[in-house]
């Protein structure tokens, strides 16, 4: 579904990104881990179309078609969907009101018709259900005063609207106590199936315990250095990460 | 001959039609005298460095309508806010139109100040307010004083609060090549009486319309005054709004400015707080392209100990767009215990568009909260990209940004059927139309 090529980017001439392989297919969850400062989050804002970076070298392509020409709006409409580290607050724009925005005009561009008033309103129904979250939520205006937990369910609340076929969480434990990880969890599992891919990039093992991923790969100094099973995450969670920069200099 | 030679000429005239044993015709003498001396401001003047009236006094205004126009309401139904019912009174090319309006006498009055300045049952109330807020030595201000005749007069006496919202409409045709006009409006809200007031200034045409306009508001002991500026006039229109408040204890007045369209726009808002526990709250959404220039001076002076002010003035400035905004907060020496709050936010999304921003306090009072921030910056690229990993187009992102902008702005409109209207207007301008009312 996803595959990424020898992918350079740069921000500002800072290479951040020096030649990353990837390919995700239908049905698989991947884990991307790392310390800070590896490109982690880089690699998300990349494949979701942030303007501020600059592909140098290497492509990206969903379902074969190549992504680089295509606005962040449009790769949205392609399916791909990126689960924010810092949500943005949006006062005076409801929940619901964002989010029939958001449907409405990945529709449009489709060349489909706005869904019908019932329709969104049953699917809101389903998919705020789904995430526990409670009616008086969605009037509230989008994100603001949010708890972390709150945000973060939120943007699942999204990818659960949007339907996308590739989702990226950026760090989507982070900010999260205990209770809200295990509710977004379930909410992203439950949306798993053999016709969408999701990209887990976290900083800890902690949310693969719930998300359990086919592979983990770790990031460092803007490459994939090493590749593996979700046993990975146990190991790194265990050695940290300096074994693997040693051997990455080696 | 330029503009201040024709007034000052036009005004012997002007004198001979009017009552001269009148109280008012003293002031309007003395008026005329002021404005003789100072004559209009020029940039030369710190208030008026950023606003330059020059172009203005070149144009060959009427100053007086040579005939009287009628229009259709069909016409000029979406001025109003028709979705609801309000008192209105209407004057077009500066001449009442009893056609276009509704005023009523039932407990309240909401009629003219041409009949408040003729008939003696006014009298009490023009002796004890009229031209006692308005300033005596600005000069625009003595201008419109001395051409004082029409306006809107609003009285509402003791405990009252008149059963619906109150519009007032100027609206000019464009029979004139040029046309000036100089409307003066009272507003009186007595002891825990309550009013709300939208108001509005439209333009028919491209001929050119200068107004300069006086608005005096005083909000008895415990009164509410929720008065609403809504600036959205063609490019052809300039307008210089001078509004004097004067409140008494526990009073609550509220302004709010919506400054969208015009050429240029001069808004001096004066709060005089004459008593304690006084609420005053003057907020404003600005939003501009082209080459329009929207100026707002605000004035707030705490007279009294154990006041508030809140200020809180968003905006946006496109293409080569011009914003002044200078909050002047004033606290003497008794007001001890003022909690004064100035908020100034600016974007600005073209490299051509210019804001200045100028907070101004002096403080005399030693145990106060005064606190004030201004910020001119542009539009958030985190957040946009957020809006668009969404799949909402670039434009409709920016706009939604901006509307949550000026969102909090809107928030303290009272009037529900405005705050949308307010919306569309501003979705409009931004020249969006997303699936929900903006």
């Given at each position: 579904?996803?595959?990424?090529?020898?992918?350079?980017?740069?921000?500002?001439?800072?290479?951040?990104?020096?030649?990353?392989?990837?390919?995700?297919?239908?049905?698989?969850?991947?884990?991307?881990?790392?310390?800070?400062?590896?490109?982690?989050?880089?690699l998300a804002?990349?494949?979701?179309?942030?303007?501020?970076?600059?592909?140098?070298?290497?492509?990206?392509?969903?379902?074969?078609?190549d992504?680089?020409?295509?606005?962040?709006?449009?790769?949205?409409?392609?399916?791909?969907?990126?689960?924010?580290?810092?949500?943005?607050?949006?006062?005076?724009v409801t929940?619901?009101?964002?989010?029939?925005?958001?449907?409405?005009?990945?529709?449009?561009?489709?060349?489909?018709?706005?869904?019908?008033?019932?329709?969104?309103?049953?699917?809101?129904?389903?998919?705020?259900?789904?995430?526990?979250?409670?009616?008086?939520?969605?009037?509230?205006?989008?994100?603001?005063?949010?708890?972390?937990?709150?945000?973060?369910?939120?943007?699942?609340?999204?990818?659960?609207?949007?339907?996308?076929?590739?989702?990226?969480?950026?760090?989507?434990?982070?900010g999260?106590?205990?209770?809200?990880l295990?509710?977004?969890?379930?909410?992203?599992?439950?949306?798993?199936?053999?016709?969408?891919?999701?990209?887990?990039?976290?900083?800890?093992?902690?949310?693969l315990?719930?998300?359990?991923?086919?592979?983990?790969?770790?990031?460092?100094d803007?490459?994939?250095?090493?590749?593996?099973?979700?046993?990975?995450?146990?190991?790194?969670?265990?050695?940290?990460?300096?074994?693997?920069?040693?051997?990455?200099?080696? | 001959?330029?503009?201040?030679?024709?007034?000052?000429?036009?005004?012997?005239?002007?004198?001979?039609?009017?009552?001269?044993?009148?109280?008012?015709?003293?002031?309007r003498?003395?008026?005329?005298?002021?404005?003789?001396?100072?004559?209009f401001?020029?940039?030369?003047?710190?208030a008026?460095?950023?606003?330059?009236?020059?172009?203005?006094?070149?144009?060959?205004f009427?100053?007086?309508?040579?005939?009287?126009?009628?229009?259709?309401?069909?016409d000029?139904?979406?001025y109003?806010?028709?979705?609801?019912?309000?008192?209105?009174?209407?004057?077009?090319?500066?001449?009442?139109?009893?056609?276009?309006?509704e005023?009523?006498?039932?407990?309240?009055?909401?009629?003219l100040?041409?009949?408040?300045?003729?008939?003696?049952?006014?009298?009490?109330v023009?002796?004890?307010y009229?031209?006692?807020?308005?300033?005596?030595?600005?000069?625009?201000?003595?201008?419109?004083?001395?051409?004082?005749?029409?306006?809107?007069?609003?009285?509402?006496?003791?405990?009252?609060?008149?059963?619906?919202?109150?519009?007032?409409?100027?609206?000019?045709?464009?029979?004139?090549?040029?046309?000036?006009?100089?409307?003066r409006n009272?507003?009186?809200?007595?002891?825990?009486?309550?009013?709300?007031?939208?108001?509005?200034?439209?333009?028919?045409?491209?001929?050119?319309?200068?107004?300069?306009?006086?608005?005096?508001?005083?909000?008895?002991?415990?009164?509410?005054?929720?008065?609403?500026?809504?600036?959205?006039?063609?490019?052809?229109?300039?307008?210089?709004d001078?509004?004097?408040?004067?409140?008494?204890?526990?009073?609550?007045?509220?302004?709010?400015?919506?400054?969208?369209?015009?050429?240029?726009?001069?808004?001096?808002?004066?709060f005089?707080?004459?008593?304690?526990?006084?609420?005053?709250?003057?907020?404003?959404?600005?939003?501009?392209?082209?080459?329009?220039?929207?100026?707002?001076?605000?004035?707030?002076?705490?007279?009294?100990?154990?006041?508030?002010?809140?200020?809180?003035?968003?905006?946006i400035?496109?293409?080569?767009s011009?914003?002044?905004?200078?909050g002047?907060?004033?606290?003497?020496?008794?007001?001890?215990?003022t909690?004064?709050?100035?908020?100034?936010?600016?974007?600005?999304?073209?490299?051509?568009?210019?804001?200045?921003?100028?907070?101004?306090?002096?403080?005399?009072?030693?145990?106060?909260?005064c606190?004030?921030?201004?910020?001119?910056?542009?539009?958030?690229?985190?957040?946009?990209?957020?809006?668009?990993?969404?799949?909402?187009?670039?434009?409709?992102?920016?706009?939604?940004?901006?509307?949550?902008?000026?969102?909090?702005?809107?928030?303290?409109?009272?009037?529900?059927?405005?705050?949308?209207?307010?919306?569309?207007?501003?979705?409009?301008?931004?020249?969006?139309?997303?699936?929900?009312e903006?």
């Amino acid at each position: 579904m996803l595959e990424i090529k020898n992918l350079h980017a740069s921000i500002d001439d800072k290479k951040i990104l020096k030649g990353i392989n990837l390919e995700v297919n239908a049905g698989e969850v991947h884990a991307i881990m790392g310390p800070n400062g590896s490109g982690k989050s880089t690699l998300a804002s990349v494949i979701a179309g942030k303007e501020e970076f600059e592909i140098k070298k290497g492509n990206i392509s969903l379902e074969g078609e190549d992504l680089e020409e295509l606005s962040p709006e449009e790769r949205a409409h392609q399916g791909i969907f990126l689960s924010f580290q810092y949500p943005v607050e949006i006062p005076g724009v409801t929940v619901t009101n964002f989010i029939k925005t958001a449907i409405n005009e990945s529709r449009k561009a489709r060349g489909m018709e706005d869904m019908p008033a019932n329709e969104m309103l049953k699917l809101i129904r389903e998919k705020s259900q789904l995430l526990e979250i409670d009616r008086k939520f969605l009037s509230r205006s989008l994100n603001e005063g949010f708890s972390g937990g709150e945000k973060k369910r939120n943007e699942i609340f999204q990818m659960a609207m949007m339907e996308p076929k590739l989702a990226i969480l950026d760090e989507t434990d982070s900010g999260l106590d205990i209770d809200a990880l295990r509710i977004v969890a379930n909410g992203v599992n439950k949306l798993r199936s053999k016709d969408n891919a999701i990209i887990v990039i976290t900083h800890y093992q902690r949310l693969l315990e719930y998300i359990v991923p086919d592979y983990v790969h770790v990031l460092h100094d803007g490459k994939i250095v090493k590749s593996g099973t979700k046993e990975l995450a146990l190991e790194l969670e265990e050695k940290g990460y300096d074994w693997l920069k040693q051997e990455a200099t080696v | 001959m330029d503009l201040k030679d024709k007034l000052l000429s036009s005004f012997l005239a002007f004198e001979n039609t009017l009552d001269l044993e009148h109280p008012v015709h003293e002031v309007r003498s003395e008026a005329i005298k002021n404005f003789e001396e100072k004559g209009f401001p020029s940039k030369k003047e710190e208030a008026w460095k950023y606003t330059s009236l020059n172009s203005l006094q070149k144009v060959d205004f009427s100053i007086f309508p040579k005939q009287e126009n009628t229009l259709d309401y069909k016409d000029i139904k979406k001025y109003f806010l028709h979705e609801i019912d309000t008192y209105k009174i209407v004057f077009v090319d500066g001449v009442y139109s009893s056609y276009l309006s509704e005023t009523t006498h039932d407990g309240v009055d909401v009629c003219l100040m041409s009949s408040a300045f003729s008939k003696p049952m006014f009298r009490p109330v023009i002796d004890v307010y009229f031209n006692k807020a308005a300033s005596k030595d600005e000069s625009l201000t003595t201008l419109n004083t001395a051409f004082c005749r029409e306006g809107a007069y609003i009285y509402i006496p003791k405990n009252k609060m008149p059963k619906k919202p109150i519009q007032i409409l100027h609206l000019a045709t464009g029979n004139e090549a040029a046309l000036m006009l100089q409307p003066r409006n009272l507003i009186v809200a007595e002891q825990n009486a309550e009013v709300q007031i939208i108001e509005r200034h439209q333009s028919l045409t491209d001929n050119e319309v200068f107004t300069n306009s006086v608005t005096e508001i005083f909000a008895g002991k415990d009164a509410i005054v929720d008065y609403y500026k809504v600036q959205n006039d063609n490019d052809s229109a300039s307008l210089v709004d001078n509004t004097y408040i004067s409140q008494k204890d526990s009073s609550v007045v509220r302004v709010h400015t919506f400054s969208f369209g015009g050429k240029l726009t001069r808004n001096n808002l004066n709060f005089y707080q004459d008593g304690e526990r006084i609420d005053s709250t003057l907020k404003g959404v600005t939003i501009l392209g082209e080459k329009q220039h929207v100026d707002h001076h605000t004035l707030v002076h705490h007279a009294q100990p154990n006041c508030e002010s809140h200020q809180d003035y968003k905006g946006i400035f496109g293409e080569r767009s011009t914003g002044v905004f200078n909050g002047k907060i004033v606290v003497d020496k008794i007001a001890q215990k003022t909690d004064a709050f100035q908020q100034n936010n600016n974007i600005l999304i073209s490299d051509k568009a210019t804001i200045n921003s100028k907070p101004q306090l002096e403080i005399f009072a030693d145990d106060v909260k005064c606190s004030h921030g201004c910020t001119i910056g542009q539009l958030d690229e985190e957040a946009l990209f957020y809006l668009r990993s969404r799949g909402i187009p670039k434009k409709e992102a920016t706009a939604l940004l901006m509307y949550a902008f000026a969102n909090n702005v809107l928030e303290s409109v009272r009037i529900p059927e405005l705050k949308v209207r307010i919306n569309k207007i501003i979705a409009n301008k931004l020249g969006v139309r997303v699936g929900f009312e903006l």
